[in-house]
C-alpha cells in the first residue's frame, strides 16, 4: 500500500526547492541589484498588485497548522471545521471594507503602530513584545513542529527520528530567501506556493477519494463518504456530539468564531502587512476580496480529506480494507493520532512521481507561512522596538540589517524549542483556545479604537489587564461553557469595560487621538462590491446545504 519516496520523488523536491530559493534571491535584488531602504525591505516597496496580495495572504494562513491539524480535526469533528475557512471569507471582506481604509490612510508599517498613533507607546510596546513572543514561541514553533512531523510520517519512518533533521531543512529553507529578500521576497515567491499547495491539496483528495473503496472511483468515493459518513457533513453541530464544546453549534456563526477571525484576518501583523504592501487601498481591498473567494475552496483540500481518513478508519461494509489502520491511528493509551490522518494519506496513497509533487506542495504550506512570521516579527522588532528604544536614527541600511539578524534569531529560537512540543491531539483546536485567551481583550481595544473617539488610553490598558482575568475566570470548571463562547463574552465585557473607564475618567467629549470617521472612508469599489455580494450568496449556499 505504501509508496516510497522515489528518485523522481526527490528530485521534484528539490527542484522546487531551488525554484523557491531562487526566485526568491532573485526577486529580491530589485531595480539595483540590492535592498534600497526600509520600506522596500518591509512593505515590498508597497508595490503589490492585488493578485499577489490575495496570493500571498493565502499562501501566509495556509500551513501545516491547516494541512495537518484542520485535517485531524476533520477526522474528529468533520466539516464543521471548515467555519474558519468559510467564515474567514466574510471576515475578510469586512477587513477589507472597514479596516483597512484606515491601516493605510495612517501610513503604518505595523500594527503595533496603529496602537501608538491611537493610544500611546507604552501601550504599542507592550503589545509588540506579546506579539513577537507569540509568533516565536507558539506560531514558528507549532508551524515548524508539525510540518517536520508530517514529513517525517511521509519520508522517513513515521517514528519521530526525522523531526529533528526536518525542523532544520524547513528552518534553511524560510531563511534562505526571506532574511535576505524581506516582504518582496516572501510575497512573490508565495504566488509560487499557491499554485503548489493548491494542487498538491486537490491531488492529494482525489487521490484518496479514489481508493475509498475497491472499486475505485471519485465521484464512487465521495458519495461513498456522504453515505457512511453523513453525521461529518454538518457544519452546525448539535449539543449532543462529543464535539459541541470546540464549535458549539449556532454560537459559531453569530458568537465566539468572529473573535478568532476578526482578531487573526485584521490584526495579525503577518496577515495584514500584505495588504499593507499593496499599490494602493484598492488594490489591497481586491487583493482580500480574492483571498475570500480562495478560502471558499479550501476545505476541499484540508478538510474532507480528514473525513476520507475517518471513514476508512471506521471500517463501514463496502470500504476498502486498509491493513494495519487502526495500529497506525491509535496510540498506546487507546486515543486516537487525529493529526496523522493528512500525511498518512499521502505516504499510502500517493504514487511516486506524484509524491514529489504532494511534500513540496505540504512544504510550500510550511515554508511561506515560516517565511512570513519571521518577516512579521522583524518588522515588529525593528520598527517598533529597535528604532525607537535602541537607536531611533538609524539608517536605512541599519534597519534593514536589524531586520534580518531579528528574524535569524527568531527562527533559532524556535528551532530549539519546537522538538519539546511533543504531540497534542488536534492541534490545530489546541492552538486556537489559547490564542483565544488573550485575542478577545487585544480585538477589544482595537474595535474601540477604531470607531469609538470617547476610548482613552487609560481604559485600553485597563481593558487589556482585565481582560485576561475574564478569560481565566471563564475558564473555571463550575462555569462550564465552550471556549468560543469564552471568547465572545470575554470580548463584550471587556468592551463594557473600556467603556465605562472612558466616560468615568475623562472630561473630554472626545479623546484627542479618536479618529474621524465619515461614510467616504468606507467607500469601495464596484468590483469590490459586486464580488463581495457573490462571496455572500455562496456563503448562503454552503450553510443552506450542509447546514
Do not use: C
Amino acid at each position: 500500500m505504501v509508496s516510497q519516496f522515489s528518485f523522481l520523488d526527490y528530485f521534484i523536491f528539490f527542484a522546487y526547492g531551488v525554484v523557491i530559493i531562487g526566485t526568491g534571491l532573485w526577486v529580491s535584488r530589485g531595480k539595483k541589484g540590492h535592498q534600497r531602504n526600509a520600506e522596500d525591505y518591509f512593505l515590498a516597496s508597497k508595490s503589490l498588485p492585488w493578485w499577489a496580495v490575495g496570493a500571498s495572504l493565502i499562501a501566509a494562513n495556509i500551513s501545516a497548522e491547516q494541512f495537518i491539524g484542520m485535517s485531524g480535526s476533520g477526522f474528529a469533528i468533520g466539516l464543521a471545521i471548515a467555519s474558519y475557512e468559510w467564515m474567514a471569507a466574510i471576515t475578510l471582506i469586512i477587513v477589507a471594507k472597514y479596516f483597512l481604509p484606515i491601516f493605510i490612510e495612517k501610513e503604518l508599517y505595523t500594527i503595533p503602530e496603529f496602537i501608538e498613533k491611537r493610544y500611546s507607546t507604552n501601550l504599542k510596546t507592550i503589545l509588540a513584545i506579546f506579539w513577537i513572543a507569540l509568533f516565536v514561541f507558539v506560531n514558528l514553533t507549532s508551524v515548524l513542529f508539525l510540518g517536520a512531523q508530517a514529513i517525517d510520517t511521509i519520508i522517513g519512518t513515521g517514528d519521530g527520528s526525522m523531526v529533528i533533521y526536518a525542523i532544520i531543512g524547513l528552518a534553511f529553507i524560510a531563511a534562505a530567501y526571506s532574511l535576505y529578500g524581506g516582504l518582496s521576497a516572501v510575497a512573490w515567491t508565495d504566488v509560487i506556493q499557491v499554485v503548489f499547495l493548491t494542487l498538491g491539496g486537490m491531488i492529494t483528495t482525489v487521490i484518496a477519494l479514489n481508493h475509498v473503496t475497491p472499486d475505485g472511483g471519485v465521484l464512487n468515493g465521495l458519495d461513498f463518504i456522504y453515505e457512511h459518513a453523513g453525521e461529518k457533513f454538518h457544519m452546525i453541530l448539535k449539543r449532543d456530539n462529543p464535539e459541541f464544546f470546540n464549535l458549539p453549534g449556532i454560537a459559531v456563526l453569530i458568537g465566539g468564531m468572529w473573535v478568532a477571525n476578526l482578531y487573526y484576518w485584521g490584526f495579525n501583523q503577518y496577515i495584514i502587512q500584505r495588504a499593507l504592501a499593496a499599490k494602493s487601498l484598492r488594490e489591497a481591498q481586491k487583493g482580500l476580496v480574492f483571498a475570500g473567494f480562495l478560502k471558499l475552496f479550501i476545505p476541499v483540500f484540508v478538510v474532507v480529506p480528514g473525513i476520507i481518513t475517518y471513514v476508512m478508519f471506521s471500517h463501514p461494509e463496502g470500504a476498502a480494507v486498509i491493513p494495519g489502520i487502526d495500529e497506525i491511528f491509535t496510540k498506546p493509551d487507546g486515543s486516537i493520532a487525529y493529526d496523522k490522518a493528512y500525511p498518512w494519506l499521502i505516504s499510502s496513497f500517493i504514487p511516486s512521481g506524484l509524491k514529489g509533487v504532494v511534500v513540496a506542495a505540504l512544504v510550500a504550506a510550511i515554508i511561506s507561512s515560516l517565511a512570513s512570521m519571521l518577516n512579521s516579527t522583524s518588522t515588529i522588532f525593528t520598527m517598533d522596538i529597535y528604532k525607537v528604544y535602541i537607536d531611533k536614527n538609524a539608517s536605512d541600511k541599519k534597519t534593514v540589517m536589524v531586520g534580518r539578524t531579528s528574524a535569524f534569531l527568531a527562527l533559532l529560537t524556535a528551532v530549539i524549542v519546537a522538538p519539546l512540543l511533543g504531540n497534542i491531539p488536534q492541534m490545530f483546536q489546541y492552538i486556537q483556545q489559547y490564542t483565544g485567551m488573550v485575542s478577545p481583550g487585544i480585538l477589544a481595544v482595537f474595535l474601540m479604537g477604531l470607531f469609538w473617539k470617547k476610548t482613552t488610553n487609560k481604559a485600553a490598558i485597563v481593558g487589556i489587564l482585565v481582560s485576561f482575568f475574564i478569560a481565566f475566570a471563564l475558564k473555571a470548571p463550575v462555569i462550564d461553557m465552550p471556549w468560543m463562547d469564552q471568547m465572545l463574552y470575554t470580548l463584550l465585557l471587556t468592551m463594557v469595560v473600556i467603556a465605562g473607564v472612558s466616560l468615568t475618567t475623562s472630561n473630554d467629549v472626545d479623546d484627542p487621538k479618536g479618529i474621524p470617521l465619515t461614510a467616504k472612508t468606507f467607500k469601495t469599489g464596484k468590483s469590490f462590491n459586486i464580488s463581495a455580494y457573490i462571496i455572500m450568496i455562496i456563503l448562503v449556499v454552503l450553510y443552506a446545504v450542509f447546514w
